[in-house]
């Protein structure tokens, strides 16, 4: 029974200041990466714009975002530090 004494509930947020800047810095990423995937199409759509294809959308793009949600795993699953 003394242990349950010593046990105090605190309430506040799941995770701490520091997850949570984390977690604003893989959105960003993300978004930088969704921002780097769009564009290249054609305003003739009897014309077709081989730029589509290019290595930022195919390639860069896709691994900035699968960066950026790996950080964001990275940034929930972190334990938070006990302040005291």
Known sequence: MAKKEKETKTAGFALGKENYRLMAI???IIVVGFILMAGG???DPNVFNPDIFS?????LAPVIL???FVFEI???MKKPKEDK
């Open 41 to 43: 199409g054609s305003d």
């Open 55 to 59: 290595f930022r959308r195919i390639t």
């Open 66 to 68: 699968l960066f950026g």
């Open 74 to 76: 990275y940034a929930i």
């Open 26 to 28: 893989g959105f960003a």
